[in-house]
Every structure is written in C-alpha cells, then in structure tokens.
C-alpha cells in the first residue's frame, strides 16, 4: 500500500492548522515535519514548538525529518514532543553517534529512521537498517522545497529496496522531493512505498485528488 506525506514545509503557516487538519480530508497518511538547523542544511524551519502544537492538533502520524547536524543531541526531545517516525541522516554525525540516537528513539517508542542525500550511496544505510523502520532516500539536496526530481536517484531506491527484501521486509522505503503525480510512478516502481509531496501536495486544486493520483501507483 503506498503512503502520502505531504511535507507542511509548503503549508501556509499562518493558517498552519486548518492546512494540517486538511491533510487527513484529503485522505494522507503522514504529517512530513522538516526541521532544519541552518548548519547540516542551508536554511532553518521549525522546532519543538511546532511539534508540540502539531501534536495537539492532530492524531496524524508526525513523519519528523531532523536536517541537523548531530542529532542525539535533540532526539529523545523530539520524542517527547510528539513525533511518530524520526529520521536522521546517516551524514550528520559518527556511525557510533549515529547507532546511539537510533536507540534513544527506540527507546522513547517512536520509529527509528535514517535518511541518505543524494551523494550518499545506498550501502550507507546497511549499518542502521536493523534498527530502522524506514528508509528516506532524498531526491533533491536537501534544505529548499519546490526542487526539481531527481530520476538519478533511482537506483538507489531499487538498492536499498532490495537490502529491506533481504534484511528487514516491514521496513518502510521513503522518498522525498520533486514528488508530484508523474514522478510518483517512477519512484513506486523503484521500490518507494512512501511518497513525500511539499509544493505539489499543497499547489494541487483538489489536495484529495491529488493524494488519490499518487496512492494510485500502488
């Protein structure tokens, strides 16, 4: 079954609440949280406090994703302010580090996850897979929504599918950026079960349309 979670990157935050209860009319899945610290990735986003105030006003599944540099500093507070699934990329600190922060967040009941940039292989993600329920391959550098799809990245998204067959089958396989109706297919075919969709989630005319074209790929 595939999975839709619109980043709220694009929402419009000053109606950031009825942006957020619109995502579960529409029928998506997942909430896609980017936190940015201005360091790991050129551009800052939110923090706790919007966690926080996501959490109260949704039942949604939180799909946080920390662009930050060394993030067991951060993560069991992440936990606690409400999300679900919590990514951190394989590039932001020590594989030793990095091991770590996944077992706090394991430890704290929310779903482990490790995100690889576009430079990075899709053997970086075999030390973590064990602990990880899910995947997230960018398909653009992160840091900046509206960016074009990157096709390049494909197979890498049939690799790491293919090591989740081998290793660890419930692990979900994530894909982020440039996800629109046309770039769905490609990426569903390539092994992603769940779709992140910023700009075209958020431009689309009829957001539950939208989700139905993408979901339509499974």
């Excluded at 896609?32 to 006003?57: E, K, Q, T, W, Y």
């Excluded at 064990?130 to 840091?143: A, K, Q, R, S």
């Excluded at 992603?192 to 349309?209: M, P, R, W």
């Amino acid at each position: 079954m595939i999975k839709v979670s619109p980043s709220i990157l694009s929402a419009d935050f000053g109606n950031l609440e009825r942006d957020i209860c619109g995502l579960a009319a529409a029928g998506a899945d997942y909430v896609h949280v980017d936190i940015m610290d201005g360091h790991f990735v050129p551009n800052l986003s939110m923090g706790f406090p919007v966690v926080n105030a996501l959490r109260r006003i949704t039942d949604m599944t939180l799909d946080v994703h920390l662009m930050i540099d060394r993030p067991i500093r951060y993560v069991e507070r992440f936990c606690q302010a409400g999300a679900n699934i919590l990514t951190i990329h394989v590039e932001a600190d020590t594989e030793e580090n990095t091991l770590e922060a996944l077992r706090k967040i394991q430890a704290c009941g929310v779903k482990p996850a490790i995100c690889v940039k576009p430079k990075t292989p899709a053997e970086a993600v075999l030390p973590y897979l064990d602990l990880c329920d899910l995947i997230l391959v960018m398909t653009v550098e992160p840091g900046f929504g509206g960016q074009s799809f990157m096709q390049d990245m494909m197979p890498k998204v049939q690799k790491i599918r293919q090591y989740i067959n081998e290793r660890k089958p419930d692990c979900e396989l994530e894909v982020d950026g440039g996800v629109n109706a046309a770039t769905a297919k490609i990426c569903v075919e390539a092994g992603a079960n769940v779709l992140v969709a910023g700009s075209a989630y958020f431009k689309a005319a009829d957001h539950a349309q939208f989700v139905r074209e993408l979901k339509a790929n499974g």
